[in-house]
């Protein structure tokens, strides 16, 4: 892989979830390449791993300053992040990547700071890049995430991954990717995750416990009296390891699923269990390279969890069909080369 641009500097912010950290830390040689603008991502807070600089109202933080002093390049992994930075960026362009259909609130920022002429849009999806076309506001690129990253899982393998994050011999693992909102199908998850549990199936329910909506689905089993398989665990845990650690990707979203999440899972050669809306998504077909259920959907989400679990070759098959479409889709070292063609097109001067 190409080495990492000199010059780019990748910021993150508090509304980074998961798939954004984990693409970030990959193109900036780990989660130490990154700067955080303001709070730490939840279940990151502490973790020592990221450089946190908070930006003053009227003047800029030393730490900041120094960051952006020398450089072309300010890679920002929200739209909220550009926001901060764009008001000290000084001489640096701004990357931003849209991870997901831009809503009306960024879609009216990124016009704010496409104003400013310093900003390129980079989209993860076509559809992504539509939308934003549709709104009158399009974006510059599209490139799409890997499927995977330089940042290995833990050196140990899967059994260290395992019990990194409280798994026990003989448990099946099952990740709820992505960070819980409303659309994100983990109360699905949850639910599912009840139904297999109560059937005698030895069965742990991962979530990453990144912002509120971790702590509402945790708070909803309990009071739904079934939190005994789920397992919360931290940001800093990272999605490889989770990968790594698991045994099925389960994306319950109600519209697309997180690009490199998606694309993670694709590329270890996991068993997946999505909704039809990842239907096609970068050659993933029902019954061909994963399970799609319908959304919101617990009893066919539990059959398709535990038809993987119980059929092993199926599941195989299913996994190295996965594998083999995110060779042929998602590409890392193409990817890397995009991403150089981005930063070197932010540095011609105008007019080049």
Same mark, same amino acid.
């Given at each position: 892989m190409p080495a990492r641009m000199s010059g780019v500097i990748h910021a993150i912010d508090s509304t980074c979830g998961p798939g954004e950290v984990h693409e970030a830390a990959g193109l900036a040689g780990g989660l130490e390449g990154l700067i955080c603008v303001g709070p730490a991502p939840e279940g990151l807070k502490g973790s020592g791993r990221i450089r946190t600089v908070r930006p003053a109202a009227r003047r800029i933080e030393a730490g900041l300053r120094d960051a952006l002093a020398d450089g072309a390049v300010a890679h920002c992994w929200s739209v909220r992040a550009a926001m901060t930075l764009g008001r000290w960026a000084l001489r640096r362009r701004l990357v931003i990547r849209l991870s997901g259909a831009p809503s009306d609130e960024q879609i009216d920022e990124l016009f704010e700071l496409g104003r400013l002429g310093r900003a390129t849009v980079v989209a993860a999806r076509p559809a992504d890049a539509q939308a934003l076309a549709d709104a009158g506001a399009p974006a510059e690129r599209v490139v799409i995430p890997p499927a995977a990253f330089r940042a290995p899982a833990r050196a140990g393998g899967r059994a260290e991954a395992r019990e990194a994050i409280g798994l026990a011999p003989g448990e099946v693992a099952v990740v709820a990717c992505?960070?819980?909102?409303?659309?994100?199908?983990?109360?699905?998850?949850?639910?599912?995750?009840?139904?297999?549990?109560?059937?005698?199936?030895?069965?742990?329910?991962?979530?990453?416990?990144?912002?509120?909506?971790?702590?509402?689905?945790?708070?909803?089993?309990?009071?739904?009296?079934?939190?005994?398989?789920?397992?919360?665990?931290?940001?800093?845990?990272?999605?490889?390891?989770?990968?790594?650690?698991? %045994?099925?990707?389960?994306?319950?979203?109600?519209?697309?699923?997180?690009? !490199?999440?998606?694309?993670?899972?694709?590329?270890?050669?996991?068993?997946?269990?999505?909704?039809?809306?990842?239907?096609?998504?970068?050659?993933?077909?029902?019954? =061909?390279?994963?399970?799609?259920?319908?959304?919101?959907?617990?009893?066919?989400?539990? =059959?398709?969890?535990?038809?993987?679990?119980? %059929?092993?070759?199926?599941?195989?098959?299913?996994?190295?069909?996965?594998?083999?479409?995110?060779?042929?889709?998602?590409?890392?070292?193409?990817?890397? =080369?995009?991403?150089? !063609?981005?930063?070197?097109?932010?540095?011609?001067?105008?007019?080049?």
């Open positions: 992505g960070r819980a909102h409303r659309r994100s199908g983990h109360r699905t998850a949850a639910w599912a995750a009840a139904i297999l549990h109560v059937a005698g199936l030895r069965l742990r329910l991962v979530i990453q416990r990144t912002g509120p909506g971790a702590r509402q689905v945790a708070r909803f089993a309990r009071e739904a009296g079934f939190a005994e398989p789920i397992v919360l665990v931290g940001a800093e845990a990272g999605v490889s390891d989770l990968l790594a650690a698991t %045994d099925v990707a389960l994306f319950a979203h109600r519209g697309p699923p997180p690009p !490199a999440l998606l694309a993670g899972a694709m590329g270890t050669g996991l068993g997946i269990v999505a909704t039809h809306a990842a239907d096609g998504e970068w050659g993933l077909a029902d019954g =061909r390279s994963a399970l799609l259920v319908p959304p919101e959907a617990p009893r066919a989400t539990a =059959r398709a969890i535990l038809r993987l679990i119980e %059929d092993r070759p199926f599941a195989a098959r299913l996994a190295k069909a996965a594998r083999a479409a995110a060779r042929k889709h998602l590409d890392p070292k193409s990817l890397r =080369r995009q991403w150089d !063609a981005v930063y070197a097109a932010c540095t011609q001067p105008p007019g080049r």
